[in-house]
């Protein structure tokens, strides 16, 4: 009998009750027993689930209160010495001091995880740094799934991924050579765990599937030669990729077991399938962990049962990786079209399909007959649905030239253009689109949307917000404005909504960070624009000033970046679609007189294939999505696009083919490091490194926003800056984003009085 086992599962909750618990405690509305309280619950109510479902080893540690890396940090002792937390072990309160940034240190960075939406705390690392056991959380949350009598699997993010995942805080320094240190701590770790009784302790190495240097794969040795003797059995697990480049040494490894993804790269298992070490496990990921489409059970039960006749009991089964990228359940989701739902596959239903999976490996595929044949139905039912294929759309796609993919001129003859007709100063301010979201605004969206506002109120509610918005930019003095963004729920969602291909769910929420939850669209056909989706606001807020005000849209791949995406057509022809909608919007708000238009692409870098390898073919269609939707309009149009929490160097020459006019970036957590790879390139066009970090508390005074400008302009020409925070400032209270504006404008105006003789003088040459 084959081994069932969950790599991960949400955190959240189903109603996303770990967000609603955090932000209460944050405010001050429930205490620390009350959050503690409700962590608990949600680690027994999911462990029971993934029981009841017939999992046999329940993972433990994969609970969060922020993040996972951020949890590794502090149980590895490893906290920045730059918070004074000294030796003490980090209480809750210290904890999300480092995830959001406390009165004098700004918080710890942030990035992609891999190529999800996910985003981690990045580690930091000094030549000095040394671990510890820095914390008893995860003992304790064993001897919890003890107590419910379950068979706890603990997880750990592997010493190699933790310190290649991390970042070097000093010159000349080589965080790999942390790993001996490191090393003991992890072994400490596992000896703990043994006395506790776990016989199998999952350790995640997706770093694997990256292209590794040879002396990060030689650590992979030396780690696992030291942790072998350590303490329970270790499953090393990949995901997201293939690890097939690696397969020898992960066989020849001292580790009880490995597992693979073998959804993302099911080619990969014949590799290891073949010459298996007799000793060893192998765990096979085919359950996918990252869409939320049925699994064809039949496709993958002959692969499990080809695995097997190799491998034998040796064989586990398990999601490609942590379900914590899907949404826990679709069954309450009681709106969503009947036809629809059964295509769809949540954490819960996935759980249900591994069970089935198991059933079928164990018995034959005759005890299995009827689930089968009811998901042939399904499947064959989505295949041939009219909801898939709108035949204009491929027409559309087909009837493209080079010539849809180009702005007229060049940027250096459009920027004096847009220049006249923007008429902004040097050094220019502005926001990345929208400002904090009031109980009001939320209350009004949501009666609205059941029914319970009607039009004329709404719009007029909508409208008054977009005053306020607007008013409160001038006050403040900012250069370019925005509209706010009132009436949007969530920057990908709202466009869906209102294009053809999208359906949505009410409950299908997914973790971006912290409390941060998103709720992506699903992706079910193709897609085409019926009708203008925000000139009526932005129109709007353009008659309520003088000042420019931005068009605000979300770009073709992160709106595909975003959702769940069809998997029965390239993701490039899905991108294309999405990109000929928000060009005919941008076409529309063109005519409606705007003169600055922001197509938002955060989500170009996470779609980046990890393999070196693989990643010409995506950015090619990247690229050509974004042009296809930016480069119908005239050259004194102002084309920007933002991008956030990523590493850039390795794709600047794409993100320089974008030919966006202006792009902003996340850059305060930095401290600006990210524009030395933008000066090294000698990035063309305009740029505005964030200065004020959205996603932490804290406020940053005049004087450390200047010295981050001062900075930037060291590695950028002064007159191509801009001057902005890192991203929107939905998640943010009025007072908090007004007070830190105000000293970002007074920094922009101190910068000017410094600067602006040389600027002019440059721009006039």
């Not at 017939?54 to 433990?60: A, F, H, K, N, T």
């Not at 990252?290 to 993958?300: A, F, V």
């Not at 459009?414 to 923007?422: D, E, M, V």
């Not at 794709?651 to 792009?663: F, G, K, Q, R």
């Amino acid at each position: 009998m084959a081994v069932t086992h969950s790599l991960g599962f949400p955190r959240i909750g189903t109603k996303r009750e770990l967000k609603q618990a955090l932000e209460a405690y944050w405010t001050g509305k429930i205490g620390l027993s009350d959050l503690k309280q409700t962590g608990r619950q949600l680690r027994e109510r999911h462990w029971k689930l993934q029981a009841r479902a017939g999992i046999d080893l329940v993972p433990v540690g994969d609970f969060a209160y922020y993040d996972q890396m951020l949890n590794m940090a502090v149980l590895l002792g490893a906290v920045p010495e730059r918070f004074g937390f000294g030796d003490e072990p980090p209480d809750l309160d210290r904890y999300f001091e480092l995830a959001r940034g406390s009165k004098d240190q700004p918080a710890m960075e942030m990035t992609k995880w891999f190529d999800t939406n996910y985003h981690y705390i990045v580690p930091e690392f000094h030549r000095d740094t040394r671990f510890r056991l820095g914390a008893e959380w995860l003992f304790e949350e064993v001897e919890e799934a003890k107590a419910l009598k379950l068979n706890p699997k603990p997880v750990l993010i592997g010493p190699l991924t933790y310190l290649f995942l991390g970042k070097a805080k000093e010159e000349g320094f080589d965080r790999l050579e942390l790993l001996p240190h490191l090393v003991r701590v992890y072994a400490e770790i596992l000896r703990r765990l043994k006395d506790q009784g776990v016989a199998w302790v999952q350790m995640d190495e997706p770093a694997l599937v990256l292209d590794l240097p040879l002396d990060w794969l030689a650590g992979y040795r030396e780690a696992y030669r030291a942790l072998a003797a350590a303490g329970p059995k270790i499953l090393l697990a990949t995901y997201f990729d293939s690890a097939a480049d690696q397969a020898s040494l992960l066989k020849a490894l001292p580790v009880a077991g490995l597992h693979i993804d073998a959804v993302r790269a099911p080619d990969q298992v014949p590799v290891f399938v073949d010459g298996y070490p007799s000793d060893k496990i192998l765990s096979l990921g085919l359950i996918d962990g990252r869409n939320i489409w049925r699994t064809d059970l039949r496709r993958t039960l002959a692969l499990a049962e080809t695995a097997r006749a190799e491998l034998g009991k040796r064989l586990w089964l398990a999601p490609s990786c942590s379900l914590l990228h899907v949404p826990v359940d679709v069954e309450p989701e009681s709106e969503l079209d009947p036809e629809i739902k059964d295509w769809l596959a949540f954490a819960v239903q996935k759980l249900d399909e591994l069970a089935i999976m198991d059933k079928g490996l164990r018995l034959g595929v005759d005890a299995i007959r009827t689930e089968l044949e009811a998901q042939d139905r399904v499947l064959q039912n989505r295949a041939t649905s009219p909801r898939i294929h709108n035949p204009a759309v491929g027409a559309r796609l087909d009837q493209l030239t080079e010539a849809d993919f180009r702005r007229y001129s060049p940027f250096p003859e459009r920027i004096p253009l847009q220049q006249k007709r923007l008429r902004l100063p040097v050094f220019p301010t502005t926001t990345i689109g929208s400002f904090p979201q009031t109980p009001d605004i939320r209350k009004a969206r949501a009666d609205y949307r059941n029914g319970e506002l009607n039009d004329a109120l709404y719009r007029e509610t909508m409208r008054k917000a977009i005053r306020e918005a607007v008013h409160k930019q001038e006050a403040l003095g900012l250069d370019l404005l925005v509209h706010g963004e009132v009436e949007r729920n969530d920057m990908v969602e709202y466009f869906g909504e209102q294009l053809e291909g999208f359906v949505f769910t009410r409950q299908g929420w997914v973790q971006s960070y912290g409390s941060r939850c998103v709720k992506p669209p699903i992706i079910v056909g193709d897609v085409s624009r019926p009708k203008p989706m925000t000139v009526e606001w932005i129109a709007y807020a353009q008659k309520q000033t003088r000042k420019p005000v931005k068009g605000m849209l979300t770009g073709p791949v992160t709106i595909l970046q975003w959702s769940f995406v069809r998997d029965d057509q390239p993701r490039a022809t899905t991108a294309l679609q999405i990109a000929l909608a928000i060009r005919d919007e941008v076409d529309d708000l063109e005519q409606a007189g705007v003169a600055a238009i922001q197509i938002d692409e955060p989500a170009i870098r996470e779609g980046l294939p990890l393999k070196r390898r693989d990643r010409n073919g995506y950015l090619d269609w990247a690229v050509k999505a974004f042009r296809l939707a930016s480069s119908g309009v005239a050259d004194d149009t102002q084309i920007h696009t933002h991008m956030c929490y990523s590493e850039f160097s390795d794709i600047l020459p794409a993100i320089a083919d974008l030919d966006a006019d202006v792009i902003t970036i996340e850059t305060s957590r930095s401290d600006m490091d990210l524009l030395t790879a933008f000066r090294d390139f000698r990035y063309p066009n305009d740029i505005g490194p964030g200065i004020y970090d959205i996603h932490s508390p804290r406020i940053p005074d005049k004087e450390e926003m200047l010295r981050l400008l001062e900075k930037a302009c060291e590695a950028i020409s002064p007159e191509r800056l801009w001057v902005n925070p890192d991203c929107g400032l939905k998640t943010r209270g009025w007072p908090e984003a007004e007070q830190t504006l105000a000293h970002m404008v007074e920094a922009a105006r101190t910068l000017r009085r410094r600067w602006a003789p040389a600027v002019e003088d440059r721009l006039h040459s």
